[in-house]
């Protein structure tokens, strides 16, 4: 296939004006935090720093919750639904109406291309303000009762890769149930949240009903052990989910944990190739791979086999990968030094234990973190690229002779949050999604969001669904 030639398309910035410091967004204001440091955010694609940020300490996360509790008993929560539903709408409009820049800032600090942050991220950030808008005045429809009361003060805690919009599962469904926030963005995203900030004093939200504070993990934890806090709501890895669950057990507080994934992508025999191949880029190349529910391990019937890479193969050489901003960008950069060197200790791995890799000629830019996007095959079960998540563009592929053998392997992992069919015949991709073990399975697509279509994980993959009317119950008592 032939690469075509295309000239830069860069994106201007100019739309985007960052701080050179940025404090904490306590009680409907910016200010300084009393007990913390600093952190600077970086421009994964660059690594110009953008901007420095307060790291809030345990003084500053409990002024954020004071803020809050007392915008919840106050305001908030005796505000009837029909009023919280017009700032939810409020909201949604600006950030439609700004939505150029924020994709601009969102590309900046986390590195995904434009095309993604534009076309992807944005529309759903303010579609799920809208969903959730629409709910606030019909809670006692949704099926918890007729007239279901919030849960609090919500503590919220989210990773990097979809800044903007984990902050928008996380914040939309909360207020519409009445609760109040107190939200910690990760330690190398934080610039979009508090620009958030900006537009919930735009949209005269009431003063404390979201807090930000920004800051690393022990900002998180503070956020979480908080004992005015009513309800914890964490997006991130397994490992600090197990740490968060461990922290709120025996305490009052509800929880749910939105966490890591290794998703099998199964695609049978009769299944259209090049569809399938489209999807399993997209299942796995998607924002460089930094995606919970990617299609990680790619479950393919030998008798495709051979074509099925081929065609993968060809695909993947004419993917772009290079400046975030530049909109003929497929793949971006890696959100950060921490997360290349594991995408490549695992890759180091992959072939040390056997597998073999494949990467299209690419030229990567010398600053910055990047990774070519990889095919490793050869890779077995009991390899740790088919059983770990690398949060990378790194694909496993595996065989499988017989439906049965199909569904072993896709469920044979300790997670389970999504998982992709690949099929001509919709009775066969019914009967093996009913026996995957995962809480999405997408049929001959991958990698779709909408905000009324709950989300969520069996076994480590957590606990708790976001999106959809499922997505209210976390935020009713
Ligand atoms: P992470 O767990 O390292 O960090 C997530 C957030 O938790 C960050 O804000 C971090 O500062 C904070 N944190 C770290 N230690 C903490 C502690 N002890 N107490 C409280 N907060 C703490 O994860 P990450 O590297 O930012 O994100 C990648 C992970 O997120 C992947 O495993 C991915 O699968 C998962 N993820 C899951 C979903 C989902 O919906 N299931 C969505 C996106 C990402």
């Not at 910035?13 to 440091?37: A, K, M, N, R």
Request: aromatic share 8%; charged share 20%.
């Amino acid at each position: 296939m032939p690469r075509f030639e295309y000239a830069p398309a860069p994106e201007s910035t100019t739309i985007v004006d960052i701080q050179p410091s940025y404090g904490l967004f306590i009680g409907g204001e910016f200010v300084e935090p009393t007990d913390g440091g600093v952190m600077k955010s970086v421009n994964p694609a660059s690594e110009e720093v953008l901007a420095e940020v307060a790291e809030a300490g345990p003084a500053d996360v409990d002024a954020a919750v004071r803020a809050a509790r007392s915008a919840y008993q106050r305001v908030w929560e005796p505000m009837p639904g029909r009023e919280r539903a017009k700032y939810l709408f409020r909201i949604a409009r600006i950030i439609a109406e700004r939505s150029r820049e924020l994709a601009v800032l969102e590309s900046l600090d986390n590195g995904k291309p434009i095309r993604e942050s534009r076309d992807a991220d944005l529309p759903l950030v303010a579609a799920h303000f809208f969903y959730y808008a629409g709910w606030a005045d019909k809670l006692g429809h949704a099926g918890f009762g007729s007239d279901p009361r919030p849960v609090g003060v919500a503590g919220q805690v989210i990773p990097w890769n979809f800044p903007l919009l984990m902050l928008a599962w996380k914040i939309a469904p909360a207020l519409a149930c009445g609760n109040t926030v107190v939200l910690k963005p990760a330690e190398t995203t934080p610039l979009s949240a508090l620009r958030f900030a900006e537009i919930c004093q735009q949209a005269d939200l009431p003063p404390g009903v979201v807090n930000i504070v920004t800051g690393a993990g022990s900002t998180g934890a503070a956020v979480v052990e908080h004992p005015d806090v009513d309800k914890v709501a964490f997006t991130g890895s397994t490992e600090v989910g197990r740490q968060i669950a461990r922290a709120v057990a025996g305490t009052r507080k509800r929880v749910t944990l939105e966490l890591g994934g290794k998703a099998a992508n199964i695609v049978f025999e009769d299944a259209p190739i090049d569809q399938a191949v489209e999807g399993i880029v997209n299942g796995i190349f998607f924002n460089q791979g930094h995606v919970c529910c990617a299609g990680s391990r790619l479950l393919v019937q030998e008798s495709v086999y051979d074509e099925l890479l081929a065609s993968l193969k060809r695909r993947m050489a004419t993917l772009r990968i290079g400046d975030p901003l530049d909109k003929n960008t497929d793949i971006g950069a890696i959100n950060s030094r921490v997360q290349l060197d594991r995408i490549r200790t695992l890759s180091e791995i992959g072939e040390q234990e056997g597998a073999q890799p494949w990467s299209p000629p690419c030229e990567l830019p010398e600053r910055g973190f990047w990774f070519a996007p990889t095919i490793f095959t050869g890779v077995t079960q009991a390899h740790r690229i088919a059983r770990e998540e690398i949060f990378g563009p790194v694909l496993s592929v595996l065989t499988f002779r017989t439906p049965d053998e199909a569904v072993a392997k896709a469920n044979n992992t300790p997670y389970g949050l999504s998982a992709g069919i690949w099929s001509d015949k919709g009775s066969r991709i019914l009967a093996i999604a009913d026996r995957l073990r995962a809480g999405v399975v997408w049929a001959n697509t991958f990698n779709k969001f909408d905000p009324a279509a709950p989300f969520g994980g069996y076994k480590e993959s957590g606990y708790g669904r976001e999106g959809g009317r499922h997505g209210l119950e976390g935020y009713l008592a």
